[in-house]
């Protein structure tokens, strides 16, 4: 595979005034935060558009530019039912969880918990989203880094320290409000790239194919199913794991998990969250409809331009090396062939009565995609010192924009991944610090200190999530496809502490000792049944949920002492 991997100069320079200009404009503007309020919550005078943005940028990481064009490349249209319970989750958040959060003037989520039941619940609920969003921000580093290393021969360790030490300096030095107004920024130059992105792919295809005719290509190819009804559990994404697993993961992620509680506990009233929410519930369906969108166009123009067999150029430099070279060298002649044929079927303009050929010539194809990846899988095997991968997902898009886009663009969408890579763990990085800094640090080691001790103490905490975050991306593996890892992190975790808040919302009559080992008992139920794959992780969410809130009521009826229940 023919990969241009060195950048031209017009591109460095788009890229680097991009980066340099987020990072200097957010540590300049936010240079004098000296109190908690100014620091952890930006001084709580955010309008409803910053919160909205930096709702949306918090989400997007670069994991979502990267491998959601990827997934559409692969499986279509499909995966945009994951959002289905998106807009849903909002108005509850908007609704329930927002106006109690501005009546107690929390911190952070996991404050109220403790007013609701005790300080172990509290902590305990800190802790579960320490450990997966550490995790979490650890891959929203290492997503863009062993890509962007893979395809254009940058050092992955240089990559990895880089980002994050981009991100450490204004998060550290101006708290959410750096965080918030950078977000602005970085969305912004994410919109205009993307849409330049999708014009470009347009303007490649042949003069006689038309944005009608790109979908009807696409739909001959089963690209363009959006909706699947069935209530097959197998099926990773229907409408119904959507609506009911990804609005529980939605809850819970919105609702109760501080990198997103932060922003916008950050607004100025009551009144300007809610709307930055609905804005975000509004806004981000049809956005990860258009990335996936994107990502079907991409295929379109395989249709008429080679595509190589595998996008991952690591997976073909081993492959060349290797004893399986002629092995696979017959598997590519096979898929050009195939490409050949379908591209004469386009060419011609395609016709309806055409549609069986074309899905028996992609039903012959991915049977040689998948007996390439089994050659790839063998060479992992035997490699012992580096993880050879055969998804290749996450490097569709990336291949596309380094070899079809002029000069001056790849810079700018380079420049896209980079700042959503950043957005979002800059996001993290500051939520992690401040629910160390005020659920654990405050309460449950120090309390009788000034507000500039516990400013320079979420700094301090800050720094080190960050260099924890650079360590866990300079050790990750790439894994399937990395929008679902972070999804999947999430869903292990949320459902849990979902359940938690709704048992704090609207059971009162639960105490803290039975909310406390419920969660314990749940969070080890969760993990077994996702390593024992006996549930599709999106429905992990609603377990997780259904579980810590029945055993907790099932322990307050009968255990309902607190005698009886010594921790």
Not at 295 to 314: R, S
Not at 504 to 524: C, D, E, R, S, W
Request: proline letters at 2%.
């Amino acid at each position: 595979m023919e990969v241009q991997s060195k950048l031209h100069a017009i591109d460095w320079i788009v890229l680097s005034i991009t980066l340099i200009f987020i990072v200097a404009y957010g540590t300049y503007v936010t240079r004098k935060n000296t109190n908690v309020t100014d620091y952890i919550k930006g001084g709580s005078d955010s309008k409803w558009w910053t919160i909205g943005l930096s709702v949306m940028a918090t989400q997007a990481s670069a994991i979502t530019f990267l491998s959601t064009p990827g997934q559409a490349f692969h499986s279509g249209m499909g995966f945009v039912q994951f959002y289905f319970g998106l807009p849903i989750a909002m108005v509850i958040i908007c609704v329930v969880f927002i106006p109690i959060y501005h009546k107690l003037k929390v911190y952070t989520a996991y404050e109220f918990l403790e007013g609701r039941f005790d300080l172990k619940t509290r902590s305990l609920a800190a802790i579960l989203f320490l450990i997966q969003r550490g995790l979490a921000a650890g891959i929203t580093i290492f997503a863009p880094a062993i890509i962007l290393s893979a395809v254009l021969g940058w050092d992955l360790l240089m990559l990895n320290i880089i980002i994050g030490i981009l991100v450490i300096i204004y998060t550290v030095s101006g708290g959410t409000k750096a965080v918030n107004v950078t977000q602005k920024q970085q969305m912004i130059i994410i919109f205009i790239g993307m849409l330049i992105a999708f014009f470009m792919i347009m303007s490649q295809l042949p003069e006689n194919i038309t944005f009608k005719n790109a979908l009807e290509i696409a739909g001959a190819s089963n690209k363009m199913e959006v909706l699947d009804f069935s209530f097959d559990l197998s099926n990773r994404y229907t409408v119904w794991t959507g609506i009911l697993g990804g609005t529980f993961l939605m809850l819970s992620y919105f609702g109760t998990d501080q990198s997103q509680v932060q922003r916008y506990l950050s607004g100025k009233s009551v009144r300007e969250s809610q709307l930055g929410l609905i804005f975000n519930g509004l806004l981000k369906v049809p956005m990860q409809f258009f990335i996936l969108l994107i990502g079907v166009m991409v295929f379109v123009f395989y249709q008429f331009n080679p595509a190589p067999l595998n996008f991952n150029p690591d997976a073909n430099d081993e492959i060349r090396k290797s004893k399986y070279a002629q092995e696979y060298s017959n598997l590519v002649s096979k898929h050009r062939e195939i490409e050949k044929t379908k591209k004469a079927i386009f060419a011609n303009g395609f016709q309806e009565n055409e549609k069986r050929r074309v899905q028996q010539l992609n039903v012959a194809d991915l049977q040689v995609k998948k007996q390439a990846k089994e050659i790839i899988d063998k060479i992992d095997e035997e490699n012992l010192l580096k993880k050879i991968e055969s998804n290749d997902k996450d490097y569709v898009f990336i291949h596309f924009i380094l070899n079809n886009l002029p000069r001056g663009l790849i810079g700018l969408l380079l420049a896209v991944i980079l700042s959503a890579a950043m957005s979002s763990t800059a996001s993290e990085l500051n939520a992690l610090a401040s629910t160390t800094a005020m659920d654990l640090y405050k309460r449950n080691v120090i309390e009788n200190k000034t507000e500039k001790h516990f400013v320079k103490a979420s700094k301090w905490f800050t720094l080190a999530w960050g260099i924890l975050a650079i360590s866990v991306a300079c050790i990750a593996n790439l894994f399937d496809n990395l929008i679902q890892l972070v999804n999947i992190i999430g869903s292990i975790f949320y459902g849990n502490v979902l359940g938690i808040f709704l048992l704090a919302f609207f059971i009162k009559f639960v105490k803290g000792n039975a909310v406390f080992i419920a969660a314990l008992i749940t969070q080890t139920i969760i993990i077994a049944v996702y390593l024992l794959d006996w549930l599709p992780y999106l429905w992990l969410n609603l377990l997780g949920c259904a579980l810590v809130m029945g055993i907790a009521i099932i322990l307050q009826i009968f255990i309902p002492t607190k005698e009886k229940l010594k921790i």
